[in-house]
Structure formats: structure tokens, C-alpha cells
């Protein structure tokens, strides 16, 4: 058995979490933050048998996409060791998608 933790976009979510329900899958969902653009994502927690996997991630990869680029700030260090100022340089990312890790369960007990 594994353990797949798929951290999706918000806009995605609903509908990762519909397709997967809709193959069987049964899915844990938690609102989590991202660390970089502190932008709302997704947690979804799914347990499958070792052969269901490739079709987990294959129903992701069809409901997530990345958009557009988004301009951000990030923090840039300039100055000597007795002067450090702090400025931002604007900087473009693309964001969405889908960051998935699959992990080996060792027990599941449903009660």
C-alpha cells in the first residue's frame, strides 16, 4: 500500500479531489499554505494499493496545470559586512501544478 501526498493549487483542488472520488479513490483534503508565494494550496491525502499510483497521478496531472507567471518580490542583501540593507528585486515565477509524493505504508488499520 502507499500513501500519495499531492499539494495541488486551490483552484485545482475541487477539481482533483471530484475525479478521484469519482475512480474510487478516497481522498483527505487539507488547506495548507505555500512557504514561497505564501499562496493557498491543497494537501490531499490518498491511500492506494502499490498498482493504483500511476492512475492517481495520471488524474492530477490532468486537472492541474500551471498559470500564468506572477511577479514577486524577493528579499536581496546588499552592502558591506557593517552596512546590510534589505531590498527586493521583483522576480517572475510560474505557479500551479502539482508536487506529489508517494510514500510506502507499512500498516493501515481502518476502524
Known amino acids: 500500500m502507499k500513501m500519495i ?11 482533483v479531489v471530484d475525479k478521484l472520488n469519482k475512480s474510487n479513490f478516497i481522498v483527505t483534503k487539507l488547506a495548507t499554505t505555500g512557504g514561497f508565494l505564501r499562496r493557498g494550496n491543497t494537501t490531499l491525502l490518498i ?4 498498482d493504483k499510483v500511476e492512475q492517481v497521478i495520471d488524474i492530477i496531472k490532468e486537472e492541474c496545470s500551471t498559470r500564468k507567471q ?7 542583501v546588499s552592502g558591506g ?15 500551479g501544478g502539482a508536487t506529489i509524493f508517494v510514500v510506502d505504508v507499512e500498516q493501515h488499520v481502518k476502524i
Do not use: L
Open 5 to 15: 501526498f499531492a499539494i495541488v493549487h486551490d483552484e485545482d483542488g475541487g477539481f
Open 47 to 50: 491511500g492506494t494499493e502499490d
Open 70 to 76: 506572477v511577479n514577486v518580490n524577493t528579499p536581496y
Open 81 to 95: 559586512v557593517q552596512s546590510i540593507s534589505y531590498a527586493t528585486v521583483p522576480m517572475t515565477v510560474e505557479f
